[in-house]
């Protein structure tokens, strides 16, 4: 059974780093994205990077300030935050997303909350 563990949230005030972990135990069969989401209360679940064997994706806002990255002998992809604002205040959660299968495993999300 495959498992996302998410972990690294927390407080930190404006203009702050944090970095983010999602361990992945179990197998996940195939080659499979890794993406980093997040939902501020009352907003919707955003995509906000993302990385496969290729060039990382990262949405417009976060674009010059995270960094995601995968470390596959660890099963562990991270996301370095820099920069933090109040706007990135969320629960962070960790994707697994097997191309091609129709399907996807969630993580359980992790707080992060930007504030002096």
């Known amino acids: 059974q495959v498992q996302l563990v998410e972990s690294g949230g927390g407080l930190v005030q404006p203009g702050g780093s944090l970095r983010l972990s999602c361990a992945v135990s179990?197998?996940?069969?195939?080659?499979?994205?890794m993406r980093w989401y997040r939902q501020a209360p009352g907003k919707r679940r955003d995509l906000v990077a993302s990385i496969t064997n290729g060039s990382p994706y990262y949405t417009d806002s976060v674009k010059g300030r995270f960094t995601i990255s995968r470390d596959n002998t660890k099963n562990t992809v991270y996301l370095q935050m820099n920069s933090l604002n109040s706007e990135d205040t969320a629960v962070y959660y960790c994707?697994?997303?097997?191309?091609?299968?129709?399907?996807?495993?969630w993580g359980q999300g992790t707080q992060v909350t930007v504030s002096s």
């Open positions: 179990g197998s996940i069969f195939g080659p499979y994205a």
């Open positions: 994707n697994a997303y097997p191309i091609g299968r129709g399907f996807e495993y």
